[in-house]
């Protein structure tokens, strides 16, 4: 289980928002995960980047482009 969010998660979450491309200034990825994972606009028009606690970062990035869509509205 992951306790605290590296740069290990950092950078594949920007691989993902990188290619979609997406800004980084437009991204909060907090240092704590959560379980279930998930993305949400605040109020600012960011996205906020929760990751998943429990599914390897490696599975639940192929879900990052999807949860951002949904988050947009898209």
């Keep these: 289980m ?9 950078d594949a979450i ?5 290619a979609l491309g997406i800004h ?4 909060v990825i907090p240092l704590g995960p959560a379980s279930p994972g ?3 606009r605040l109020p600012s028009g960011k996205l906020e980047i929760t990751v998943d606690e429990q ?6 990035v192929k879900e990052l482009p999807g949860l951002i ?6």
């Design 24 to 27: 980084r200034e437009m991204l």
């Design 69 to 74: 869509a949904a988050a947009r509205g898209a």
């Design 38 to 40: 998930r993305v949400r």
């Design 2 to 10: 992951l306790e605290v969010v590296t740069m290990k998660e950092i």
């Design 55 to 60: 599914v390897p970062i490696e599975e639940w």
């Design 14 to 18: 920007f691989a993902v928002t990188d």
